[in-house]
């Protein structure tokens, strides 16, 4: 099975704080993905990556971002914490191959206080 | 719990009937369809998928049914129990993309016993 692995399940900041949230997928998968999930809004891309060192913003990258420094690693950085950031933080990996399913971490909750 | 399931369409059911859970994807350019199931407080976990060459699949207790001609995907959920409840949310892969996922809101499903 894929193991999506994000380094807490929850999170107390400070606005103004650099925070960094942290992912690991056991699957050596070349896909990685950070989104965020508000009530009403559903799930959000932040940004993603295809592979080591590369990334493309998502639908709502500002005030985030990257590092993809290993395969298995995929860490999203807030610079300045906002209280807006306030949320759950999901973390996705998927093969290369066309038409694979992404799966998922069990979240972040995170809040800024 | 945690407030994924807030502002959701829901669906109510016995324990032992059957669930069917709809979505309406946007793009008609989407030729792949995952189903997610999310229970309280755990992240998106992967049940189905569908190429839209295929109009039907089946899986463990579950069916997806894709109608391209209307833009519609469905679960179908046989002999639903009390530990299928959670949200559930369909995936389009955005027009065709190999990387991105566009996510439905979900629908909130209640069995009772």
């Known amino acids: 099975d894929v193991k999506v692995t994000q380094s807490s399940r929850y999170l107390v900041k400070r606005t103004g704080e650099k925070v960094f949230l942290e992912c690991v997928q056991d699957?050596?998968?070349?896909?990685m993905f950070w989104y965020r999930q508000d009530p009403g809004l559903g799930l959000r891309l932040i940004y993603f990556?295809?592979?080591?060192?590369?990334?493309e913003k998502g639908d709502i990258p500002e005030g985030y971002s990257v590092s993809r420094e290993k395969k298995e690693r995929f860490s999203l950085i807030l610079e300045s914490a906002s209280t807006n950031q306030t949320s759950m933080y999901l973390c996705?990996?998927?093969?290369?191959?066309?038409?694979?399913?992404?799966?998922f971490g069990d979240g972040t909750r995170l809040s800024i206080l | 719990g945690e407030s994924v399931g807030l502002h959701l369409p829901t669906l109510s059911v016995q324990e032992g009937d059957n669930s069917i859970i709809n979505c309406a994807y946007s793009?008609?350019?989407?030729?792949?369809f995952i189903w997610y199931k999310q229970e309280s407080g755990k992240g998106p976990q992967f049940i189905i998928d569908?190429?839209?060459?295929?109009d039907k699949r089946q899986g463990q207790r579950v069916t997806v049914l894709l109608n391209k001609t209307v833009k519609h995907l469905s679960l179908q959920i046989a002999a639903t129990q009390p530990g299928d409840s959670a949200v559930y949310f369909c995936?389009?892969?955005?027009?065709?993309?190999?990387?991105?996922?566009?996510f439905g809101k979900g629908t909130l499903l209640t069995v009772n016993p």
């Open positions: 996705a990996s998927s093969a290369a191959l066309l038409n694979q399913p992404q799966h």
């Open positions: 699957m050596d998968h070349e896909n």
């Open positions: 990556s295809y592979d080591v060192k590369m990334k």
């Open positions: 793009n008609s350019a989407s030729d792949y």
């Open positions: 569908i190429r839209s060459n295929m």
């Open positions: 995936a389009e892969n955005s027009g065709g993309s190999n990387y991105k996922l566009t």
